[in-house]
């Protein structure tokens, strides 16, 4: 039997064998050797340039593209492993449309930014490709201490407290360290394995004892993990999902888009991988496009992503809409789930439309109904499980400074801790600019 | 379209654009394909004399600078005069200049240093039905060794004396091609026009060793290990092309001289620029090397529409229209105050005009929060960096003050016309009258 587009239900292989590689193929391939020329020679080389401000981990860019331009790809590449030792996944992932290129002078002036991503990523390439770890470490300091959370706020961390002579252990919940860059990033981001190679490259540093499959609160305490280390880091990123709060939530096919990211980043045979027909897609931010996108490459008929405010609310930049248009997928601005139906299974979800007042959104008394086989809520994560005794604000976990939280020798950078976007960038610099502070601590604690 | 014919030492050539000699006039299948795409003339590759013609090497020959997409800013050659026999140049002349008679062929020269040589020479060539010759005193590599190009090129005597021979035992129009390697442009064009020179053309290749390998460490083109000093030409070379044709063009010994105007000439506008101060003609390579033939008809279009539009007539109207207006720096105007303005509206916030004025100029721009740059007018002298630097076409301008506004800098008033032959201090001043 063989399944095509227009099969009913949730099946594997709708597409031909060979579409899937297609389909989940890099989406920003290497540039060339010339075109990096090309490229890095747009750069204006700006005083006090504006795209490094724009930069949650402050990479100098104008100096890594001139080191680029001048032959010298590695020497660029230690500038931004100086900054941001996750550069790589940086290039591949970053919504660099409102980072750094969304600043860039030249932007301003054409509409056409320096390729910054790109030629980051040229340059990370380079040096990864030689298995070469550019840091030496300190000498030991004889202190210890435990990551929780290989996302990239408790590499980042690993990282730099390695960097500066300590022992980290770092520990994750899941079979495999990298977090939402293994499990959550879109495949076609982070083509070829590059989630666990840039680990492997990353631990090359020396120091840091991965130990996956051990979770906090489950396996072990915050306390115990406390008497054992004289620091600890909390890269928890946000594991709970946010309820729909709409009638018929608990009909079966109907999850959260992040556990149909996880499968397939993890699926050995994207073909095999079943999804539905009629796909429904509900949230207006990066996990509910990277949901919809993928259901399209995977061969869904039809995918709706609906969302509940306007198009400009959306937490999805303009650029991964079009690319979510692009793909197919049709976005339903102004509309809320209120009920879903189905026998069993959901077949219909049922939306108001919804108008954004003073007072809130509102429900309109409008509705209209979307088939759908498939439903993935993409609504927004939350922090689950919470740490035992320690102070939460807004949902995150409060901190003070570099990610101090209230419990004294205890951090939290990432996803998981106040400020910041919810971005690999961000959790890239909070982990590193917590583990500076808390080197600190420990050094001037050495110190009386 | 403005007619672009051009009569140049009393050869008419349907534009001024010839092409010079090198490889892309080596042979008739080229300048046969030169002429149908339309250039005005071709000087043929320098022929030598009778016998086993000069040897070239068979490793590379061309050394390249390149911008950042690979655009040729410069090349430099190690090619010598052409390796072919005479009797066949010579035959293929005469068949070229038959077929096409109203465009200028010229003939390049380069043979030994004494009198005989350059009789037999121009006896040889007397039959062919070109339009002149061109004595190639200017290759800077491999024939200078052998006393010839450049070897004479760089001694004023020896240029006398050869053209003298040349005008002696021929009837044919002279061009004497000038080697930049010289300090002085102006003493090799004199002593062409004492020995009866109808012309100069300029410049030859410049040497000059364009990169270094840094594995094998010897210069590019590396030929088994070893590099040598090649010519460096395109348009890396024009300024200074520009300038010795201006120097020559105004100067009272050789002013009026005749020059076909070389060296980067790679578009209609360098063309123009050549042909201002004062060329009669200009002659291309390496543009031609680099695009093909086909970049006349830009060449051609370009200068037609640039007449059209001053109201030019004849390529003679544009001819030295620039040289009343080089001058000596002492005869600038020390009077003429201006400032750089930048134009908020067009600014992109890039700083470099900051950074550039901060670091290496006066400290005259200004950074205000939110990446507002101004200019400081009571510290600007006018130097122009930022507006250079700028990558926004005006977007900074320099405004001159004028007569009786107050230079906020010095906080004189400005006013008329004064040089430095009376400034105050100069210690040579002329005592004002
Ligand atoms: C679908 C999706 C797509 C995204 N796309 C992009 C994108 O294109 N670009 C971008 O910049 N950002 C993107 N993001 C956001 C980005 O992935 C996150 O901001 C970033 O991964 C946060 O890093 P983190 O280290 O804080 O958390 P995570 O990456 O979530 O890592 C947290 C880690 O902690 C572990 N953990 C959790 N609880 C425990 C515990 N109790 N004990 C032990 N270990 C535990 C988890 O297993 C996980 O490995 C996306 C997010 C999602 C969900
Ligand atoms: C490969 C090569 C060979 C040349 N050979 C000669 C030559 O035989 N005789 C000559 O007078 N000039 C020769 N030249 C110099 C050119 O005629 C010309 O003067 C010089 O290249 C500057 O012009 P351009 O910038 O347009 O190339 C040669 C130049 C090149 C690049
Ligand atoms: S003209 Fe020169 S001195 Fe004046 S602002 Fe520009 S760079 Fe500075």
């Known amino acids: 039997m063989t399944n095509s587009q227009l099969t009913p239900g949730i099946v594997p292989g709708r597409l031909p064998p060979q579409a899937y590689a297609a ?45 680029i331009a001048t032959g010298t790809p590695e020497a660029a590449a230690r500038t931004i492993f100086s900054q941001n030792i996750l550069g790589g996944i940086c290039a591949r992932v970053c919504p660099t449309e409102t980072l750094c290129e969304g600043a860039c002078v030249r932007e301003a002036a054409e509409g056409k930014p320096v390729e910054i991503a790109r030629l980051q990523r040229h340059a990370t390439d380079t040096l990864m490709a030689r298995n070469a770890h550019p840091f030496t470490r300190a000498a030991p300091t004889g202190k210890r201490v435990a990551v929780v959370g290989a996302g990239p706020a408790g590499l980042a961390a690993a990282h730099r407290l390695a960097l500066k002579g300590h022992d980290v252990t770092l520990l994750d919940a899941r079979p495999k360290g990298g977090g939402l860059n293994e499990y959550g990033i879109a495949a076609y981001k982070t083509a070829g394995g590059f989630a666990q190679a840039e680990l492997d490259w990353l631990m090359g540093i020396g120091g840091i004892t991965l130990k996956p499959g051990l979770a906090l609160g489950r396996d072990l305490t915050l306390a115990e993990l406390q008497s054992g280390h004289d620091a600890v880091f909390l890269g928890l990123g946000l594991g709970g999902v946010n309820a729909l709060r709409a009638e018929g939530e608990d009909k079966a096919h109907v999850l959260p888009a992040t556990d149909f990211i996880r499968e397939l980043r993890q699926a050995a045979d994207l073909a095999a991988l079943p999804i539905g027909r009629e796909v429904v897609v509900i949230g207006g931010g990066m996990t509910a496009i990277d949901a919809a996108v993928q259901a399209r490459l995977l061969g869904a008929e039809t995918v709706t992503l609906v969302y509940r405010r306007s198009k400009a609310a959306m937490g999805a930049s303009t650029v991964e809409q079009d690319h979510a248009t692009q793909n197919g997928v049709r976005i339903i601005c102004n509309a809320a789930p209120v009920r879903l139906l189905g026998n069993g299974a959901v077949a219909e979800v049922e939306f108001a439309y919804t108008e954004e007042r003073e007072t809130g959104l509102h429900l309109l008394p409008q509705t209209f109904r979307l088939k759908a086989d498939q439903v993935f809520k993409a609504i927004g994560q939350t922090l689950e499980p919470v740490p035992e005794g320690i102070a939460i604000d807004g949902g995150k976990i409060a901190i003070t400074g570099a990610g101090r939280t209230s419990i004294s020798g205890v951090w939290a950078g990432g996803d998981c801790a106040q400020g910041g976007d919810d971005l690999t960038v961000a959790a890239a610099a909070e982990g590193r600019d917590a583990a500076m502070d808390i080197h600190l601590y420990l050094m001037g604690a050495d110190h009386g | 379209m403005a007619d672009l014919t051009t009569t140049f030492i009393g050869i008419k050539s349907p534009n001024p654009f010839w092409l010079a000699s090198a490889p892309p006039t080596d042979k008739e299948y080229n300048v046969r394909r030169a002429f149908q795409a339309g250039w005005g003339g071709v000087v043929w590759k320098t022929l030598g004399s009778e016998g086993p013609p000069v040897v070239n090497v068979n490793g590379p020959r061309y050394g390249v600078i390149h911008g950042a997409d690979r655009r040729v800013l410069g090349i430099n050659n190690i090619e010598l005069i052409t390796d072919r026999p005479l009797e066949v140049n010579l035959r293929e002349i005469k068949s070229v200049k038959r077929d096409w008679p109203d465009r200028a062929l010229i003939i390049s020269l380069m043979v030994p240093c004494d009198e005989e040589s350059w009789k037999d020479i121009l006896a040889r060539i007397e039959d062919t039905g ?41 009837r044919m129009p002279c061009i004497v091609k000038l080697t930049p390697n010289i300090s002085d442009i102006r003493k090799p064009a004199e002593a062409a026009k004492r020995g009866g020179a109808d012309a100069v053309s300029l410049i030859n290749t410049i040497n000059s060793i364009t990169s270094v390998n840094l594995d094998d460490f010897a210069p590019e083109p590396m030929i088994d290990g070893k590099g040598t000093h090649g010519g460096y030409c395109g348009p890396a070379v024009k300024p200074i092309a520009l300038n010795m044709v201006a120097e020559i063009a ?101 700083g470099r005009c900051y950074a550039a004025c901060e670091d290496t100029s006066h400290q005259a721009i200004a950074m205000s929060p939110g990446r507002v740059f101004t200019v400081k007018d009571e510290e600007c002298v006018a130097c122009n960096l930022c507006l250079d630097v700028c990558p926004v076409e005006n977007c900074i301008t320099m405004r001159e003050l004028p007569q009786g506004e107050v230079d906020p800098r010095t906080g004189k008033v400005v006013s008329g016309y004064a040089n430095w032959t009376s400034h105050p201090n100069n210690p040579m001043a002329r005592a004002a009258e």
């Open chain 1, 23 to 67: 389909n989940f193929a890099d989406i920003a391939p290497p540039l060339d050797a010339h075109e990096v020329r090309v490229a890095a020679d747009r750069c204006y080389f700006c005083h006090d340039a504006p795209c490094v401000t724009a930069c949650p981990t402050e990479i100098d860019i104008p100096l890594f593209i001139r080191q």
């Open chain 2, 130 to 170: 070109a339009d002149g010759v061109e004595l190639n005193f200017g290759c800077p590599h491999g024939m200078a060794e052998r006393g010839m190009g450049s070897a004479v090129g760089q001694v004023p005597e020896y240029i006398e004396m050869v053209t003298r021979w040349v005008k002696t035992h021929s």
């Open chain 2, 250 to 350: 105004r100067s009272a010994e050789t002013r009026g001289l005749p020059i076909s105007g070389i060296g980067g000439v790679t578009t209609w506008r360098d063309a123009a620029e050549f042909m201002a101060l004062g060329a009669g003609n200009v002659q291309v390579c390496t543009a031609a090397m680099t695009y093909g033939f086909k970049i006349v008809q830009e060449m051609i279009s370009g200068l037609s529409d640039y007449m059209d539009r001053k109201g030019f007539t004849s390529t003679a109207e544009l001819v030295g229209r620039a040289v009343p207006n080089v001058t000596d720096w002492q005869f600038l105007n020390l009077n003429y105050i201006t400032k750089a303005q930048i134009d908020q509206d067009l600014c992109i916030s890039c």
